[in-house]
């Protein structure tokens, strides 16, 4: 069918269109250069290494079970220790190690149990791994899931934007640096979990920051104290967030997900009653430091 000029100048208009898109998002994907943003983070060329955003934009960081190339979710919410998927499982024909736990949600009620399984080597995070039990995920979204205990007490930095992330045994130094810093309040039964202050409407309170969370969660006690309003939209229902404030930095979140953080804010001074997900951490640069019990946001 022939196009009319007219039509050809809205057809051309929109490949014009979709080209510069790509083009764009090209540019975004390529993000900045892995030396460099090494040098400004703080980190060496061999503690550098590019990340890839899964489903939900959860980061995944390359690994290895069993010398198989394999994509690892760096869950900083997982406490429940190494994780496989099903799939991966049988492809590397491993074998049972007669265990199995249960699995909770951070109310605390049980969700389900988990079979363990005998990995011969595990790399991720520059680190290498012999003998160690995996258990199994119930789906094959992810190859392997692990969390903050896999880094072995090491500084790292998570870069949503350039897609990157650092690993270091050095401690950060901050100085003549424009940075929020927060002290890592700790918790020896939760050892690792990122938790800082924060406020929500002016609501001072404790701060989960999870990159297993897609998008913010709230717990219910805060929505009548913080005045939050119902906002649910056709895919999403949750609540309107005004501000969230982490030291000089402002967000606001369009439809907060509810939760009950009650399971994970035992042992700390209050309670958790904000989790930070995706949302948020691809807005920011997180350093989470160890060594010094820090946590900074730029």
């Known amino acids: 069918m022939m196009l009319g000029h007219p039509e050809r100048r809205v057809f051309f208009r929109a490949v014009l269109l979709l080209a510069l898109w790509f083009i764009l998002n090209q540019g975004c994907r390529s993000g900045m250069d892995p030396v460099r943003w090494g040098k400004e983070h703080q ?9 890839k955003m899964g489903p939900n934009n959860f980061p995944l960081v390359r690994g290895k079970i069993n010398n198989k ?15 496989i998927g099903p799939g991966l ?44 039990e ?31 992330m650092g690993t270091s045994s050095r401690p950060f130094d901050k100085e003549g640096i424009e940075i929020d810093e927060f002290p890592l309040i700790w918790n020896e039964a939760l050892r690792g979990m990122i938790v800082i202050e924060g406020h929500v409407n002016g609501i001072e309170t404790l701060v989960q920051i999870d990159t297993g969370k897609s998008r913010t969660t709230i717990d219910e006690d805060l929505i009548a104290r913080a005045g939050l309003k119902e906002n649910n939209s056709l895919f999403q229902r949750g609540y309107k967030v005004d501000l969230i404030t982490l030291g000089k ?26 989790g930070i997900g995706a949302d948020i951490l691809s807005r920011v640069v997180l350093t989470v430091d160890y060594p010094q019990k820090k946590v900074f946001i730029r």
């Not at 980190?43 to 990340?51: H, L, R």
């Not at 249960?102 to 988990?114: E, H, P, V, W």
């Not at 402002?250 to 399971?263: G, I």
């Open 43 to 51: 980190y060496e060329v061999d503690e550098t290494a590019p990340i």
């Open 69 to 83: 190339d394999v994509n690892i979710f760096f869950d900083t919410g997982n406490f429940f220790g190494l994780l």
């Open 89 to 132: 499982t049988r492809t590397l024909k491993l074998k049972p190690s007669g265990n199995e736990r249960k699995n909770y949600a951070s109310d605390g009620t049980y969700r389900y149990s988990q079979k363990g399984y005998w990995v011969e080597n595990l790399t991720v995070f520059r680190t290498a791994f012999e003998n160690v």
């Open 134 to 164: 995996m258990f199994e995920m119930t789906d094959d979204t992810f190859d392997a899931s692990v969390g903050v205990r896999a880094l072995g007490g090491e500084r790292f930095t998570l870069d949503y934007r350039n897609h990157l």
């Open 249 to 274: 930095k402002r967000f606001s979140v369009t439809c907060a997900k509810v939760a009950n953080f009650k399971a994970i804010s035992e042992g700390y001074p209050k309670p958790i009653l904000v």
